[in-house]
């Protein structure tokens, strides 16, 4: 690989879907939370309409390059080669950091500014894999990648409500099977 | 009042806090929520505490402006004086609007990221006076006011946990009566 | 209008354009300093491309409503409808008041944040339209539109730019006529 | 150490300046891009009330975290020591990536959004030790570190506003040897 070349798109989204899947997060596991957060808003969605909106929000560059860099400095952290003290800082995933809310809030933003309030409910209460997934209950480190699931989650969200907003003001019901 | 002259901030501080005021929340309301969101993570934490906060919260810039901009259009709206279709968006607190949130966020930000979660968190439950406050269920316009009290909740807790990791590091413990 | 509903997206859509076009801003206005911006980056670029990306990025619901509250504040404050201290804050354009930076980044970030260094450069040096409107050297409120003229060309650069980079890699050469 | 502790705040500050200085930035060089936005909007301000503010503003933790994770990024870059395409992409300064401004963006926003509009200007015109630090024209990776350089001079540049203002309403003339 030419160093001086950027990375083509498709190595890119290639990169970020497969950090996920080694991360043991799955698109079913994040669509599931959406459709936990929306589901009661929304008659006639289903499951595969939320993981449809993940698929949508992993084709984004700005959220495939933030799971690039947070899954990358989580791994870094678990194999202890980040330097001090950002190692230790990390590892305990210190409740005053931020960075990692600060990355996974520049990519719900590419969302507007409505998907804030389901992030930020979601990194409370950790729904599902994220609670799965917290640094300070579990093994492993995993800092970043819990904001990251949050933020995919809430994008998603964001997403579906814009579009079954457009589907309803052209009078289109949401159904089973239907391309959202 | 010469109109080409800056306002001085302690005319725009005043204005803020009186603006709140004349919409029926106090500064002992937020720091209800405050103490709400934080005892569980603070030994020895008060309602004083949290009172005080929201007072130093609401000595900055940032959050006047704000305040004087949100409270404004929820008053214009509420005496019908905005032009259409501004007004039904305002009025009907439009599900997917999100100026009141950019706005609400903004403020929260001069506190670091880590106050976002809470500000989502607050805009979802609706804890203590911001439910009575939700434009949706009640009398009036508060489209921007519940967020803006989010908001101002959000960035005192924020406030204190930096404090009060400061203060721990120097071996102070947190007890009545204390500064924060 | 019955009040209750909430307000169709076309209608939305609509009232922006026309707020736009009522305050003297035209897209070629906007497509001018877009082109300005991006044209050294981006061989057989057109004044006609980035007309077209300002026009995509009007048809953003994030972009709409923050142009309705931001040019709804301008002409209330030219009427001197607001109430004190807020109509002499936004009449004189106060520069530490940063509500009208608050709402035009929020759009901006729609796009990702690489769109903010583009922003603040224009926010600085007023090219083209945007000095036109510069509430301090002009007659007339401009606050809060010249952040949003700046914010749309912002965010119609950014989506020029990642949409050319998607071009050149499927071997697509950029020319006149070509829709972007 | 031991890793389940929390770092303490005074060594995540000696890690920060520690950073910057073994990157070759002083906290001069950040002093003069500050004194070379603000000189002519405020006289009397000297080189050293600029300096004094970066030191400020090196006291957030916000900041310190932001240095330590984006400095990290760019060692490891440098020393071949990430994963691909995450390597290839921070090395080659990938112009759409955006994680660097998104972490910048965090740290200058908590002084408010009135500098956001400097951040994004320093961004494009890499004034004074950012044009030296630009990864595409100079030796060594140093992707977010002209980002976080902009950021500090960005919100030094805001607080010196912000303070200039109140000592201006309290009758003080900016003067040499004056503490801001």
Redesign the interface.
């Known amino acids: 690989?030419d160093?001086?070349?950027?990375?083509?798109?498709?190595?890119?989204s290639k990169?970020a879907r497969a950090a996920l899947e080694r991360r043991g997060v799955t698109l079913r596991d994040i669509g599931e939370i959406v459709y936990e957060m929306q589901y009661t808003y929304n008659e006639g969605l289903t499951l595969d309409h939320c993981i449809e909106a993940v698929d949508a929000v992993l084709r984004k560059?700005?959220m495939q390059?933030?799971l690039?860099?947070g899954i990358?400095?989580d791994?870094?952290a678990e194999k202890n080669?980040?330097?001090?003290?950002?190692q230790?800082?990390i590892?305990?995933d210190?409740?005053?950091?931020?960075?990692d809310?600060?990355?996974a809030?520049?990519a719900v933003?590419?969302?507007?500014?409505?998907g804030?309030?389901?992030?930020?409910?979601?990194?409370?209460?950790k729904v599902g894999i994220i609670n799965q997934l917290d640094t300070k209950t579990n093994e492993g480190v995993h800092t970043f990648l819990d904001d990251l699931v949050g933020a995919i989650a809430a994008a998603a969200s964001s997403r579906l409500?814009?579009r079954i907003?457009?589907m309803e003001?052209s009078g289109i019901k949401l159904a089973e099977g239907m391309t959202v």
Chains 1, 2, 3, 4 share one sequence.
């Open positions: 690989m160093k001086k070349q950027p990375v083509p798109s498709v190595e890119v990169a560059r700005e390059y933030a690039l860099v990358e400095l791994e870094l080669l980040l330097s001090q003290p950002l230790q800082i590892e305990t210190e409740g005053l950091f931020g960075v809310e600060t990355i809030l520049g933003l590419t969302y507007g500014s409505v804030v309030t389901t992030y930020g409910h979601l990194d409370k209460h409500a814009h907003r457009d003001e």
